[in-house]
């Protein structure tokens, strides 16, 4: 059965904030030009949101740019930040560090405690009131190219494939979507965008990405220990001082607040598991004391994009571009990345919307680039530049350095250099501390399996696994002696075990894919690179609600 097509002049591979402003912005430009062009976003979530996980303290600069009225138009900033605490913890305690200590960075003046996952619905409905056409529970699976190598579009993935590779009786095609610029905005480790480095070599002029994961929930809490718009970021305990990582509360409106962990995936520790670690850091008095007598309401996990200016590569190939956090614009010490992921979307719109009024097709947008170069977002980027690196010489070191860099505004004349990409700095077990993790105690601390429930992951039972190993010996022979197979513990859903039989010989590397929450930590942590990730049926995933 072949598959059909259809034509745009743009397509748009992803609905989360840089795909949705791209497509803003497009339509914007095209009705004062009173000219007509056609944008469609295609969404791998069952619904625009269901795979937004962020933190999120947002900054509402790019949203102002892109929608000055959003106010009037009733965009889900319900909650602005009232306080702010950044503390340092230790095991028992915690330091927090007074105000005029903190460079403008970590103050949220200004700024909103939202839901990117509400958020992003509200922007779907901007982009469709506009003429765009959003089309959730599509998984682009496919970039296509023409003879000459230049990007055509995107295809979406077969419907009805089952288990053993054969098609069943619900068997559907996918559908290619043809475009004269396709924009990627799939987010941190897309599975496109990965395979557009390799093809056209953009990482070749860039440094290694370097990524963190994040674990998050949401509770509703006892309203005497509410406090609607209370920022609190920390770092420090529970992890180690080479580990870099921190934590997050954010006191939303209605009694909730967003509770989060991030851990650096260049940890060393094998044995070290940022799923444990998160429930570590909820024990800590200064969170145990909000959570104690609420409830869990929701959770979920995502990789986010640390590397900063120096590791975002090439951002233009024939036919598109890349967007957003699948290129890396994250903030690390703003702890923000939704509003540079959002300029660059509209960057990215205007450099397409003026290719397409001139009549040109399938070229490099090279005008994206130069204009992100003079844009504030690069600015925001090289002022911090220097500080995600300098904590190779761990917590103290870098945070001292990192103090210097930022009040110094980032005039410092060098430019301290990520050498390795997350996988490479694993340590051996026989090397490396065990690490006893106390069990959860299903009151503040809980076990991934009822962790994932609470995502509302579903995948289609009778598909072909979309976590794929390039070799299957690999785990057991390779990973498992020399690493005690970390996969059992990098991964936040439960993904991944090792089985052996009763008297604990034949061990066996069995993939749980339907537990997947489309974190992409294999897809980067996996010490042989040997997980390659890839997208399941349209629709499958997680479906959060207000994540």
């Given at each position: 059965?072949?598959r059909?097509?259809m ?10 904030p840089?795909?949705?402003s791209a497509?803003?912005?497009l ?6 030009a ?5 944008v469609t976003?295609?969404e ?7 795979h937004?996980l962020?933190?999120a303290?947002?900054?509402p ?9 959003w106010?009037?138009k009733g965009?889900?900033?319900n ?6 605490e950044?503390r340092v913890?230790?095991e028992k ?10 460079p ?7 700024n ?13 409905e901007?982009?469709e ?10 998984a ?11 990007v055509k579009g ?6 009805g494939i089952?288990?053993?590779g ?6 559907t ?6 475009a004269?610029y396709t924009?990627?905005a799939?987010?941190a480790?897309?599975s496109?965008?990965?395979?557009l480095f ?7 002029d860039?440094?290694p990405?370097t990524f ?5 929930e949401?509770?509703e809490?006892?309203p005497?220990?509410?406090k609607q ?15 870099y990582g921190?934590?997050?509360l954010y006191?939303l409106?209605d009694?909730?607040v967003s509770?989060?962990?991030v851990v ?5 520790n ?6 444990e ?7 800590h ?10 409830r869990?309401?929701a959770?979920g996990a995502?990789?986010?994009?640390e590397g900063g200016?120096?590791s975002i590569p ?10 957003g956090c699948?290129a ?9 990345g939704?509003?540079t ?11 397409a919307?003026a ?7 399938g ?5 994206y680039?130069a204009?992100l170069?003079?844009s504030?977002?690069y600015?925001e ?6 500080c995600r690196p300098?904590?190779r ?7 001292l350095y990192?103090g210097?860099?930022?009040?110094s505004?980032?005039v410092?004349?060098?430019t301290l250099?990520?050498r390795?990409?997350?996988h490479?700095?694993m340590?051996?077990a026989?090397?490396?501390k ?6 959860p105690?299903?009151v503040i601390?809980f076990?991934r399996l ?5 995502s ?6 009778n598909q072909p696994?979309?976590?794929k ?6 785990p057991v ?5 020399q690493?005690?197979?970390?996969a059992?513990?990098y ?6 075990e ?6 604990g010989?034949n ?5 749980n894919a339907?537990?997947?929450?489309h974190c992409?930590?294999c ?11 890839t997208v399941?049926?349209g629709?499958?995933?997680?479906n959060y609600?207000?994540?």
């Amino acid at each position: 059965m072949e598959r059909e097509s259809m034509e745009f002049d743009v397509v748009i591979v992803g609905a989360g904030p840089s795909g949705l402003s791209a497509a803003i912005r497009l339509k914007q430009l095209a009705a004062e030009a009173d000219a007509e062009i056609s944008v469609t976003v295609l969404e791998k979530g069952s619904e625009v949101g269901a795979h937004i996980l962020s933190g999120a303290v947002l900054e509402p600069r790019a949203l102002n740019e892109l929608i000055p009225d959003w106010r009037d138009k009733g965009a889900p900033l319900n909650t602005p930040v009232t306080g702010d605490e950044f503390r340092v913890l230790t095991e028992k305690g915690s330091f927090k560090f007074p105000g005029f200590m903190l460079p403008p960075e970590q103050h949220n003046k200004g700024n909103y405690i939202v839901s990117m996952a509400n958020v992003c619905r509200w922007l779907a409905e901007q982009a469709e009131a506009l003429g765009v056409e959003v089309y959730p529970g599509f998984a682009a699976a496919e970039v296509l190219y023409h003879d000459d190598g230049t990007v055509k579009g995107v295809a979406t993935g077969d419907m009805g494939i089952g288990k053993d590779g054969e098609q069943t009786a619900n068997y559907t095609p996918g559908m290619e979507l043809h475009a004269k610029y396709t924009l990627f905005a799939e987010g941190a480790r897309g599975s496109l965008t990965k395979t557009l480095f390799e093809r056209f070599d953009l990482r070749r002029d860039c440094d290694p990405q370097t990524f963190g994961l994040g674990i998050k929930e949401i509770w509703e809490v006892e309203p005497a220990k509410h406090k609607q718009g209370l920022v609190v970021h920390s770092f420090g305990w529970p992890l180690d001082r080479s580990t870099y990582g921190g934590g997050w509360l954010y006191h939303l409106e209605d009694n909730q607040v967003s509770v989060g962990f991030v851990v650096g995936l260049d940890y060393k520790n094998p044995y070290l598991a940022p799923f444990e670690e998160f429930n570590r850091y909820k024990t800590h008095p200064v969170i145990r004391t909000t959570l104690e007598g609420g409830r869990r309401l929701a959770y979920g996990a995502r990789v986010i994009n640390e590397g900063g200016l120096q590791s975002i590569p090439k951002l233009t190939f024939p036919g598109g571009a890349i967007i957003g956090c699948s290129a890396g614009f994250l903030n690390v010490p703003k702890i923000k990345g939704n509003h540079t992921a959002m300029k660059s979307g509209m960057l990215a719109g205007e450099a397409a919307f003026a290719a397409l009024q001139e009549g040109r097709q399938g070229d490099e947008l090279v005008s994206y680039p130069a204009a992100l170069k003079e844009s504030w977002v690069y600015k925001e980027l090289k002022t911090v530049r220097n500080c995600r690196p300098s904590y190779r010489w761990g917590l103290l070191g870098g945070t001292l350095y990192s103090g210097i860099e930022l009040w110094s505004r980032g005039v410092l004349p060098w430019t301290l250099r990520h050498r390795h990409a997350d996988h490479e700095g694993m340590q051996s077990a026989d090397r490396a501390k065990k690490i006893d993790y106390p069990k959860p105690d299903g009151v503040i601390t809980f076990d991934r399996l009822s962790s994932v429930f609470l995502s509302n992951t579903n995948h289609e039972e009778n598909q072909p696994s979309h976590l794929k190993l390039l070799d299957e010996t690999v785990p057991v022979a390779r990973n498992l002696p020399q690493f005690d197979e970390p996969a059992q513990r990098y991964c936040p859903a439960a993904v991944y075990e090792i089985v052996r039989d009763d008297d604990g010989g034949n061990p066996r590397f069995v993939i749980n894919a339907q537990n997947c929450v489309h974190c992409k930590t294999c897809d980067i942590k996996d010490p042989a690179q040997n997980i390659v990730w890839t997208v399941p049926e349209g629709g499958g995933g997680p479906n959060y609600p207000n994540m």
